[in-house]
């Protein structure tokens, strides 16, 4: 069966193996790996890092196994690990970009991706413009002759604004007359839910540590990339040195076997916690792109097939004593950074100063959550505990 016609969550399953190259084992094993050795000097002169094992740094047979596996599954030319998410937005921008250079970035882009382009980018001489996600075709209007790359996130970070990465594609590629990458951070919807390709991208980075590991145990990024950037992309890769670690591509490999079945019931859970949410008094706005009331409802519903578990609400204004009575206390929800794993999260987001070509000013507090695979009822039990506790300290 050619790959293009097989389901994704068939493909999840599968993609990747070759349990003919390892006495049929089904995984294949964690290669830890520095010096790869050459038998002649033929073969050593005649080594090629981007076709072999070549040097740890350019990945193991472990590493590869995953690339080859997230490349079928979003159908781009091939990947290239990194150590984080991080890591892979920023190799993939300093592989794109040089001196001189215009770079247009989402304004609701992961907050470090944005530092990294405002702090290092620019010391090193790429100009950075901030859009408005929303932006469409007008991007057109924004495009100079040095713009080298656009940067996208959709839905946008703690905001969850989904851009129409079709219509940015196409009006940016027509404004400009020289090769233009499109460049789209598509952790949200993981390889599963939003084909990038199909919309003109580039490169679709994603940060593995999210919910293709799966599990909250490992760092670990991904930039898939068409024929015209994974040349550059490599190459920067090698040259960064931001290889990812042979333990965590297990990792990521194994998480990925059951992304499929996990993402169906962090979906399920997050949309039963957003609808019981938006009945709340306190929250005066619920930010799920797969709920009819969000903005960009019609687009999410037009370019995914699905919702993670990562959505937010605002919490209409309480004193600081309110807050910590709401958030502390919680049995299932845990406070702390990143999500994507097995458990439920909650999060305060102060978005002063992190957007520029658009304004947030909406009054309150704004809470990303993150619905783990936890009993729903529970979860709704946890959170009504918080609303107890929360009106008893108003
Ligand atoms: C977490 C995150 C990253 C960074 O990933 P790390 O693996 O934590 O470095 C990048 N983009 C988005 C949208 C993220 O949520």
């Not at 406070?335 to 305060?348: K, V």
Request: hydrophobic content about 40%; charged content about 20%.
């Amino acid at each position: 069966m050619p790959l293009s016609s097989v389901r994704a969550d068939t493909l999840v399953t599968h993609a990747g193996l070759d349990p003919e190259r390892n006495y049929g084992i089904v995984n294949p094993p964690v290669y830890h790996a520095s010096t790869v050795l050459f038998p002649t000097l033929d073969s050593l002169e005649q080594a090629n890092p981007f076709e072999q094992v070549y040097y740890g740094r350019y990945g193991t047979p472990t590493t590869f196994a995953l690339e080859q596996a997230v490349t079928e599954l979003e159908g781009g030319y091939r990947t290239v690990s990194a150590a984080s998410g991080v890591s892979a937005v920023t190799t993939a921008l300093v592989a794109l970009t040089r001196s001189g250079d215009h770079l247009l970035v989402s304004d609701c882009a992961y907050a470090p991706t944005r530092h990294f382009c405002d702090h290092i980018l620019a010391r090193f001489g790429v100009k950075i413009e901030y859009f408005d996600p929303r932006i469409g075709s007008s991007i057109g209007q924004l495009v100079r002759p040095e713009t080298k790359a656009v940067f996208l996130e959709s839905p946008g970070s703690s905001t969850f604004e989904i851009s129409d990465v079709s219509a940015i594609t196409r009006a940016a590629r027509a404004a400009s007359q020289h090769q233009l990458y499109i460049l789209l951070d598509n952790t949200w919807a993981t390889p599963l839910l939003f084909r990038p390709f199909e919309h003109g991208v580039n490169v679709s980075i994603h940060s593995a540590t999210k919910y293709i590991v799966g599990h909250a145990d490992a760092m670990l990024g991904l930039a898939v990339c068409d024929q015209a950037s994974h040349r550059q992309v490599k190459e920067t890769a090698g040259k960064l040195g931001t290889c990812a670690g042979p333990d965590d591509c297990y990792l990521a490999l194994r998480g990925l076997r059951t992304l499929s079945v996990r993402l169906r019931r962090h979906q399920d859970n997050g949309l039963a916690l957003a609808d019981w949410l938006a009945r709340q008094p306190e929250v005066s706005r619920v930010i799920h792109p797969a709920r009819p009331d969000h903005p960009d409802h019609e687009l999410w519903r037009r370019d995914f097939t699905g919702a993670c578990g990562l959505f937010s609400i605002v919490l209409k204004t309480c004193s600081r004593a309110a807050l910590a009575q709401f958030l502390d206390h919680m049995q299932w929800f845990g406070m702390g950074y990143s999500w994507g794993g097995f458990e439920s999260l909650i999060l305060p987001t102060n978005l002063n100063s992190a957007r520029t070509a658009t304004t947030w000013n909406e009054p309150g507090v704004l809470l990303r959550i993150h619905a783990g695979l936890e009993n729903i009822d529970d979860l709704i039990s946890d959170l009504d505990g918080a609303f107890k506790r929360l009106r008893a300290a108003s």
